[in-house]
């Protein structure tokens, strides 16, 4: 019965850690869009676009 209920847990354990990671990524995913309407993300672009005129890009 015991190992029945360790097993019931971990199982809800990682149900519950799947949604949690969901929803971080979400609220994540939702700030970045925020910001980047907000114009907070603007300077990034502007970096990249200097980066890449002056030839210090590299590739991935």
Do not use: H, P, T, Y
Not at 13 to 33: A, H, M, P, T
């Amino acid at each position: 019965m015991i190992g029945v209920l360790n097993c019931v847990c971990e199982s809800r354990l990682s149900s519950e850690r799947q949604w949690f990671s969901e929803k971080d990524w979400e609220q994540w995913d939702k700030q970045i869009e925020e910001e980047a309407k907000s114009g907070k993300l603007d300077f990034l672009i502007k970096e990249a676009v200097e980066e890449k005129s002056q030839g210090r890009l590299k590739e991935l």
